[in-house]
């Protein structure tokens, strides 16, 4: 586990007391994934305690997760050993991670939507970077959020972009002491 740890907001304290904070995977992500044709090293970016990253791990994927919360990672970690999954696990801020690695899946879930636009082009260059030939990106917000938004910034970054899909997310863990009162999507596009 690396730590490039910055001032970046963490839930340490509240994955310490919420071992489970955020539930399952999507099952409309699982499923998605389970069929897709794609496969190989995968970028988990603000994966706090690994929900996505052992699922996906689970399925074959090389995961790399990271997340500024030292304890996510940890649980993780823990939960990746304990079940026979090798999963890299990197306690950092994404806006200062510097990668060497290419990937053929990068996933923000529900992540990108908590940065202003311009921060969002700016990690959505960042991280298109990352992608290996014929990589995908994979994008879960809230529904307020259109595909079209992301995909009107990544085409400024590259005209080659093509959105494979967008599925709304019925399957939302319910989180302890909130109400959800909006839907979730996913996007997923290629980099061609």
């Given amino acids: ?23 399952h995977p999507y099952k409309e992500l699982q499923h998605y994934f389970k069929n897709c044709p794609i496969t190989g090293d995968l970028l988990d970016l603000g994966s706090g305690q690994g929900r996505d ?8 994927y090389n995961v790399t997760a ?4 030292r304890v996510g990672i940890q649980q993780m970690l823990y939960k990746a050993e304990s079940s026979g999954f090798k999963i890299d696990g990197i306690v950092d801020d994404i806006q200062n991670l510097k990668l060497e690695k290419k990937f053929n899946v990068i996933l923000f879930d529900m ?3 908590g940065f202003e636009d311009s921060t969002q ?16 990106i994979c994008i879960v917000y809230p529904d307020d959020f259109k595909a079209d938004h992301f995909m009107n910034m990544l085409k400024s970054l590259a005209s ?31 980099l061609s």
């Fill in 1 to 23: 586990m690396e730590n490039n740890q910055g001032k970046s907001e963490s839930f340490d304290g509240t994955y310490d007391e919420k071992p489970e904070m955020f539930g």
């Fill in 121 to 136: 082009l700016e990690l959505l260059g960042k991280y298109s970077n990352s992608l290996k030939n014929k990589g995908i």
């Fill in 160 to 190: 080659n972009w093509n959105l494979l899909d967008e599925i709304i997310i019925n399957d939302i863990p319910k989180i302890e002491g909130e109400i959800i009162e909006y839907k979730f999507k996913m996007m997923v596009a290629q």
């Fill in 66 to 69: 990271v997340d500024s919360s």
């Fill in 111 to 113: 992540l990108l939507h």
């Fill in 53 to 60: 990253s052992l699922f996906f791990a689970s399925i074959g």
